[in-house]
Each structure stands twice: as structure tokens, then as C-alpha cells.
């Protein structure tokens, strides 16, 4: 059996006037996109670190360009110095 690859989600379809940065992806999203787990993505939510939250109603939201600057902050790397700071 090969094991399954998974890969980063596409972007959701832009609507007219629409800025790419501005999508908003679904915690199990940005899981997979992090290639992190969902509890992981919590924690860091409560603790203020990891990519900055969108509140959409009671769900939690995270804008593609947040997630992407995470990334080249260095990812879990930023979140950690967050706390080192605190």
C-alpha cells in the first residue's frame, strides 16, 4: 500500500473583486496546509500564538495571507519565541 499524500488545499473560489488574500480557510484547512494537527492549531489559538484568528460568527476563521506570513515568520519557530517573550 503507498501511503496517502496530502497536499495543501486550494484556494476557494475567488467571488468578482475578491483579493486572494483575503480568503478565509477552515481550521482543518490550515491543518493540512500547516501539515500540523487541529489541537495544535487550538492551543496555539489560545495562547495567542501560530496565525492570527477570524472570528466568523462562533467559528474560527483564518485569512490565507495570515497563514502564509506565519510561514515565512518560520512557522512554529515564531510561535515559540511568541511565548519566550511573554
Excluded: N
Aim: no cysteine; net charge positive; glycine share 8%.
Amino acid at each position: 500500500m503507498k501511503p496517502q499524500q496530502t497536499s495543501a488545499p486550494a484556494a476557494p473560489p475567488l467571488f468578482p473583486g475578491q483579493d486572494a488574500r483575503d480568503v478565509l480557510l477552515t481550521r482543518p484547512e490550515v491543518a493540512v496546509y500547516l501539515k500540523t494537527s487541529i489541537p495544535t492549531l487550538e492551543l496555539w489559538a489560545q495562547r495567542g500564538e501560530g496565525p492570527a484568528i477570524t472570528r466568523v460568527g462562533r467559528g474560527v476563521r483564518y485569512r490565507l495571507s495570515d497563514v502564509r506570513s506565519f510561514v515565512e515568520r518560520g512557522g512554529d519557530a515564531a510561535a515559540r519565541s511568541l511565548r519566550r517573550t511573554r
